[in-house]
């Protein structure tokens, strides 16, 4: 019985190693990629007549937003490694009681659907400021100077693939948890 026990028990803990630097790692690339390219999006200068954006700048508050709960996310992945070496333990007295992990898996949930709701709310607000500048750029067969605040820059699309490459890494952590919640609650 206590053998089928320890395997069990160290498949889990190599469970939790695996899937903690698999998202650990997925979500450090994206994230870091995402917070580049929104910081060269702020940093960046804007053309001379542009008015200020408040949904562009409501949005990029958001992506941010979702940022920061990805670094929580991050966090969590690499607690996901510790339990999972923890668990490994030899000394019985250094396991984390089930319990205890499956609230550090549940809290892993919690911050992936907030940190996706965060960064969708943001890509929302920035593709709605796109739309507005597609519909209001150009009007068929009016010659007019061009306003280049009603003009769609490369530097917006960045920030639309900045806030998609957010949600995907809370993607990636919302199913390494899911995943090692179903393992440990079987």
Do not use: C
């Not at 709605?128 to 769609?152: M, N």
């Amino acid at each position: 019985m206590t053998e089928k026990y320890d395997s069990q028990l160290r498949a889990i803990a190599q469970l939790f190693r695996r899937v903690g630097w698999i998202t650990f790692w997925a979500q450090l690339v994206l994230g870091v990629v995402s917070g580049g390219i929104l910081l060269f999006a702020s940093i960046s200068p804007r053309p001379a007549n542009a008015s200020p954006n408040t949904g562009a700048g409501l949005g990029v508050f958001f992506a941010i937003s979702g940022l920061v709960a990805l670094g929580v996310g991050i966090f969590i992945s690499f607690r996901y490694v510790q339990i999972g070496r923890r668990l490994d333990s030899p000394n019985s007295n250094n396991r984390p009681r089930k319990l205890e992990t499956v609230q550090v898996v549940r809290l892993g949930l919690i911050v992936h659907l907030v940190g996706i709701l965060l960064t969708l709310v943001g890509a929302q607000a920035i593709v709605g400021v796109l739309l507005t500048k597609a519909l209001t750029s150009t009007q068929p067969g009016v010659i007019t100077q061009l306003d280049p605040s009603r003009v769609i820059q490369p530097l917006d699309i960045f920030v639309v693939q900045a806030n998609t490459n957010t949600v995907s890494a809370h993607f990636a952590g919302l199913i390494g948890s899911i995943w090692l919640l179903n393992r440990i609650t079987k």
